[in-house]
């Protein structure tokens, strides 16, 4: 009985390991970015609330060299284009932290914390998850440091996603350079122009700088004046 009842041990503890390692699969590719932790701590918030923490932003005193986001553009932003924003103005490596100070500004000290915790930021704010490598797009080119701060369409990522008009146009420059099929048929299939930005988006915290010229150039050939316009 003993030597029958082995090759089912040995089952079902190969069906236990293939779960542990499934959940760990899993886990990794549903581990969610900054956006989405933003998000999600502003989509907590009461309607008062949001109006507090939109108040707040507009006053709070920031790093140097940084602005603050125009009342103009909070009055009727929702959560998701709050996230976008302060994305845009602060970049990843500081927007959790102004978020943070913000919710804390407006006695959600709690909210701050989870906040803090959730995204894993350090007590300057910045986000301790380590840099994933240059090109994991699957596009070759010269890999390069990932500098957010840096470059164009970090630093105008609410309004490239509120203002670009011609995305698959954009998009069919990207295929097959810089988005694969997976991807490209995942982004068009988006109901808006905001939303197929914002899917597109998803993608960079992967990208080198490579890559993120070849979505400049392509931006620039279809929304030629819009891309002057944010260029000043």
Same mark, same amino acid.
């Given at each position: 009985?003993? &030597?029958? &009842?082995?090759?089912?041990?040995?089952?079902?503890?190969?069906?236990?390991?293939? #779960?542990?390692?499934?959940?760990?699969?899993?886990?990794?590719?549903?581990?969610?970015?900054?956006?989405?932790?933003?998000?999600?701590? !502003?989509?907590?918030?009461?309607?008062?609330? #949001? @109006?507090?923490? @939109?108040?707040?932003? =507009?006053?709070?005193?920031?790093?140097?060299?940084?602005?603050?986001?125009?009342? &103009?553009?909070?009055?009727?932003?929702?959560? $998701?284009? !709050? %996230?976008?924003? #302060?994305?845009?103005?602060?970049?990843? %490596?500081?927007?959790?932290?102004?978020?943070?100070?913000?919710?804390?500004?407006?006695?959600?000290?709690?909210?701050?914390?989870?906040?803090?915790?959730?995204?894993?930021?350090?007590?300057?704010?910045?986000?301790?998850?380590?840099?994933?490598?240059?090109?994991?797009?699957?596009?070759?080119?010269?890999?390069?440091?990932?500098?957010?701060? %840096?470059?164009?369409?970090?630093?105008?990522?609410? /309004?490239?996603? *509120?203002?670009?008009?011609?995305?698959?146009?954009?998009?069919?420059?990207?295929?097959?350079?810089?988005?694969?099929?997976?991807?490209? /048929?995942?982004?068009? $299939?988006?109901?808006? =122009? *905001?939303? @197929?930005?914002?899917? $597109?988006?998803? #993608?960079?915290?992967?990208?080198?700088?490579?890559?993120?010229?070849?979505?400049?150039?392509?931006?620039?050939?279809? =929304?030629?004046?819009?891309?002057?316009?944010? /260029?000043?």
């Amino acid at each position: 009985q003993s &030597g029958r &009842g082995a090759p089912a041990r040995a089952r079902a503890e190969g069906s236990r390991a293939a #779960l542990w390692l499934w959940r760990r699969l899993w886990g990794a590719a549903m581990a969610k970015s900054l956006r989405d932790h933003l998000v999600e701590s !502003l989509e907590d918030l009461e309607e008062e609330e #949001l @109006k507090k923490f @939109k108040w707040k932003l =507009n006053e709070l005193p920031l790093r140097p060299g940084f602005a603050n986001i125009p009342r &103009g553009r909070l009055q009727k932003a929702d959560a $998701l284009d !709050l %996230s976008d924003l #302060l994305l845009s103005y602060y970049t990843a %490596s500081y927007a959790g932290q102004v978020a943070a100070q913000a919710l804390e500004g407006i006695s959600l000290r709690r909210q701050a914390q989870r906040l803090r915790s959730a995204a894993g930021l350090g007590e300057n704010g910045s986000v301790q998850t380590p840099v994933q490598p240059c090109g994991t797009s699957g596009t070759s080119g010269p890999c390069e440091p990932l500098s957010p701060e %840096s470059h164009f369409v970090d630093r105008h990522r609410a /309004e490239l996603i *509120q203002r670009t008009s011609t995305v698959e146009a954009v998009l069919d420059l990207l295929h097959g350079n810089i988005l694969n099929d997976e991807q490209y /048929e995942r982004i068009v $299939l988006q109901p808006t =122009n *905001q939303d @197929k930005m914002r899917e $597109l988006y998803k #993608l960079m915290p992967s990208w080198n700088h490579y890559c993120k010229d070849r979505l400049y150039e392509a931006l620039k050939a279809k =929304n030629k004046f819009l891309i002057e316009d944010l /260029e000043g």
